[in-house]
């Protein structure tokens, strides 16, 4: 081939290899079925660029995975400015929480960030330590009815409940304990419909008169009830405090000096309280379950949380010396990602890695797949902490774990989280042996990555 031939072919890229499916409808069962083993095995069979066809010629798309660590940094971070969250699951999630920072775009997006940003710096966040020990002790002691009986507790549950309460104080200032059993049975329900209708091209139109939908829109009414009613009695009784909500009504934009509506500030809250607890509670509920199998790390946490909290309250000075705990909890956020999957949308033609990938496709990320790439984790599968030794960290390509996204919109609330998960594992793992079954644990796929079932856990007072 002449230079210029393949001067022309590395500009234009050349077809992504990928499954074929079966006749008409392409992978859609196959993906349906298991999106995330699918995905998995499309990159070990093809590479780190797929293209996999679904759907039946008049609806028919071609998704491409982009699963090389030097492909999502080009998706998420140096070319970030061609890619847009234009594609169905964010227009779900668009309707489910509305147009706030995760799911705003363009000069919208751009202005919310501005003054959602120093909201999140590590001296605010570093005000909510207090009340994240204090969160973790109730939890401790709310377990101890149940180790004394010999009764396993869930893990899941529990960690929905402890960061519903955590984020409820950080965003309203306030406890929530009224909202979670309205969380309990909407925010799974919400979180799978949203995804499902998202990758599916022959959704259902919400507005027809089904159960499905009926009970979707309730579900909603009341959260957005509970969530306005909040916001309305923090106004009426506006104070000085560093919850979310008094913030962002005080916030104004640096560049304007215009500040948040109403709809925005109950956009913005609605996004830290739904995001905000589910993510954390997966990440928590797994690193639990993970060390209740590997007593030899659970063994290395708890000596480091009796030096640290042998010295009392937590401070964070006193939080940097859970190293170790931080890599638990960053190794078990690998294992099993809530953010399994990242979409985008690319605004113009581009070229992946040498692949073409033209406008208005779906492309997609995902940190699941991505953190058992056998090219930067050696023994994908196993649980290793020791792999986020700050050396390892440091070695390792910037992109191979992105758990919280990457780029401009990567997660604000990533450093809370971590804070929240830290100080939670330390407190119980001080408090409790925790046993758990080493098992394949089933799924459940909606907006973020959960356990499908009860995760049970016996505890053992130290």
């Excluded at 234009?12 to 079966?22: D, L, S, V, Y």
């Excluded at 990758?199 to 829109?217: H, R, T």
């Excluded at 990555?449 to 049970?456: F, I, K, S």
């Amino acid at each position: 081939m002449a230079v210029r031939e393949r001067v022309a072919v590395q500009r234009q890229g050349i077809e992504a290899p990928g499954p074929k499916g079966i006749p008409v409808i392409g992978s859609a069962i196959a993906m349906k079925r298991d999106l995330l083993g699918f995905m998995h095995r499309g990159m070990l069979e093809y590479g780190d660029v797929v293209k996999s066809v679904v759907g039946p010629p008049p609806i028919r798309v071609s998704a491409y995975g982009v699963f090389h660590p030097d492909g999502v940094q080009h998706v998420l971070a140096s070319n970030a400015d061609n890619y847009c969250k234009a594609d169905e699951v964010y227009g779900e999630v668009r309707k489910l929480l509305g147009n706030g920072l995760l799911t705003s775009e363009g000069d919208v997006w751009k202005r919310q960030k501005r003054m959602v940003q120093p909201l999140f710096t590590h001296k605010q966040v570093a005000s909510y330590v207090p009340m994240i020990e204090n969160e973790a002790r109730n939890l401790v002691e709310r377990w101890s009815p149940s180790e004394q009986r010999g009764e396993t507790v869930d893990l899941h549950s529990e960690m929905t409940r402890v960061t519903l309460r955590v984020v409820g104080r950080a965003v309203f200032g306030s406890d929530v304990d009224h909202m979670i059993p309205i969380f309990h049975d909407s925010v799974p329900f919400l979180s799978r419909r949203a995804f499902e209708r998202g990758i599916n091209p022959l959704a259902v139109p919400e507005d027809w008169p089904l159960p499905s939908n009926k009970k979707a829109q309730a579900y909603k009414d009341s959260i957005e009830k509970v969530v306005n009613d909040l916001i309305a009695d923090r106004r009426r009784a506006a104070t000085e405090g560093n919850d979310l909500v008094n913030l962002l009504l005080r916030a104004q934009d640096p560049e304007g000096g215009i500040g948040l509506s109403d709809e925005e500030v109950r956009d913005q809250a609605l996004i830290f309280l739904m995001a905000g607890h589910e993510t954390t509670a997966t990440a928590l509920t797994f690193t639990f379950h993970l060390l209740g199998y590997h007593a030899d790390v659970q063994a290395r946490v708890r000596e480091e949380a009796q030096a640290v909290l042998s010295g009392g309250e937590f401070t964070m000075e006193s939080i940097r010396g859970l190293g170790y705990t931080m890599q638990a909890v960053k190794e078990a956020m690998r294992l099993y990602p809530s953010a399994h999957a990242i979409p985008r949308s690319p605004i113009g033609d581009d070229v992946i890695m040498g692949y073409r990938i033209p406008a208005g496709s779906p492309v997609i990320t995902s940190p699941w797949v991505t953190h058992r790439h056998p090219g930067f984790w050696d023994v994908p599968e196993r649980f290793d902490p020791d792999r986020f030794t700050p050396a390892r960290e440091a070695a390792r390509h910037r992109y191979a774990y992105f758990p919280f996204g990457g780029g401009p919109r990567a997660c604000i609330g990533q450093y809370f989280s971590m804070l929240e998960a830290v100080i939670v594992t330390a407190m119980v793992i001080n408090a409790y042996d925790v046993a758990t079954a080493e098992r394949t644990v089933p799924l459940f796929l909606g907006i973020t990555l959960r356990p499908a079932g009860e995760m049970p856990a016996t505890l053992t007072r130290r």
